[in-house]
């Protein structure tokens, strides 16, 4: 693909900027693992600390709850770029060997970028609101005067170490917006050009005319299809490793922190303002929630299309075992289902996303219920 045409651009350069890319430079390697980690691992203790010392007040851990979300998914994104940042570099290396668009004519091109360039903006978009959302926390002060810090957790007596906690909390939101750009972009938009490219192969098989063509000629574009469907087969299983322990941390605090939120919504007498922060809660765990299970689904359902696309093709008109050959181990392949899972026990796909928000409530029902 051309620089013109490389939509992971945007994600790249917050991967570099990270300091855990597979670019990044030494002295942001050292940045980000030797100042700004250790004090994300300050701010998540004061936020566990804090436990400690809530005097059953829903509401409290209803926050806290948002924090422990915001700060425990912001040590989970840098622990993915840190642990697996090989397996990122083995997976753009590979990308290099996807299909140009421009493959089967124009109008087709047309519709595969239309489809990278939606995400792309649904990406930008969620960045810019997360960008709005982070600054007016930590600028919330100004309106609120009980906020000290832009996040709830626990907080010293001393003023000069709460405005040591408040500018931590404020770097470690930044880097929070940083990360979403490097760690979610890039996941969304590699899913994506994993799903364009085996329309492209489903495509190509399309056009192998079995009977009406030469059987050398077929045999050969089958063995291209084969090969380019293993490559991304092997993209798809990087990428799953990548996000795996991710899925499973992120399915927790989802439903954990979705549950306190249904509870608080339903059981609780609440002021509208609270009312308001607990929708815009909910809304905002959808959308990110969403933004990993949908491609992933995106993606199984193109692989079922593609097995679906090889066993159409009229092998019975060849004579030649080779190509029958060829078509029976593309399909045992091609059948194999295509999913994206976390840590080997939970499926990530539409399906799924439902049951989460069913199961956060649920436990909100049955706490209402014990309450009652």
Not at 23 to 40: D, E, H, M, Q, Y
Not at 96 to 125: P, S
Request: charged share 20%; proline share 2%.
């Amino acid at each position: 693909m051309s620089s013109k045409e490389d939509f992971l651009h945007l994600s790249l350069q917050f991967l570099h900027g990270s300091g855990l890319g597979p670019t990044s430079s030494k002295f942001r390697k050292i940045v980000s693992l030797g100042v700004l980690l250790p004090i994300a691992l300050i701010v998540d203790f004061c936020v566990i600390y804090d436990y400690f010392h809530i005097q059953n007040d829903i509401l409290e851990i209803a926050e806290l709850m948002e924090s422990t979300s915001s700060f425990g998914q912001l040590l989970a994104r840098k622990f993915v770029l840190a642990t697996h940042v090989k397996i990122i570099r083995r997976m753009l290396q590979r990308r290099n060997q996807f299909w140009n668009y421009d493959a089967f004519g124009e109008n087709f091109a047309f519709y595969l970028r239309a489809k990278i360039i939606l995400a792309t903006r649904v990406i930008k978009v969620m960045w810019i609101l997360s960008t709005i959302l982070g600054t007016l926390l930590c600028f919330s002060f100004v309106v609120d005067d009980e906020k000290i810090v832009p996040l709830e957790s626990w907080k010293p007596d001393d003023k000069y170490l709460c405005f040591a906690l408040y500018i931590m909390q404020s770097l470690a939101i930044i880097e929070i917006l940083y990360l979403v750009g490097a760690v979610d972009a890039f996941y969304v938009l590699m899913c994506v050009e994993i799903e364009i490219q085996l329309k492209l192969v489903r495509k190509k098989i399309e056009f192998v005319r079995v009977g009406f063509k030469s059987g050398r000629w077929c045999l050969k574009e089958l063995i291209v299809c084969t090969k380019h469907h293993n490559l991304l087969l092997r993209v798809h299983g990087d990428l799953n490793q990548v996000f795996s322990e991710y899925f499973l941390l992120q399915n927790g605090l989802t439903v954990l922190a979705g549950s306190v939120q249904l509870y608080v919504l339903m059981y609780m007498t609440v002021t509208f303002q609270d009312m308001l922060k607990c929708v815009l809660y909910l809304s905002a765990l959808f959308f990110q929630v969403g933004m990993f299970f949908m491609p992933a689904s995106d993606i199984e359902e193109e692989a079922e299309k593609l097995a679906l696309e090889i066993y159409n093709v009229n092998w019975e008109l060849s004579g030649d075992g080779k190509i029958r050959k060829q078509l029976l181990f593309m399909l045992m392949r091609a059948q194999e289902p295509l999913r994206m899972m976390g840590g080997g026990m939970v499926y990530i796909n539409r399906s799924e996303y439902v049951v989460l928000f069913r199961l956060a409530f649920s436990i909100s029902t049955l706490l209402g219920g014990m309450n009652k």
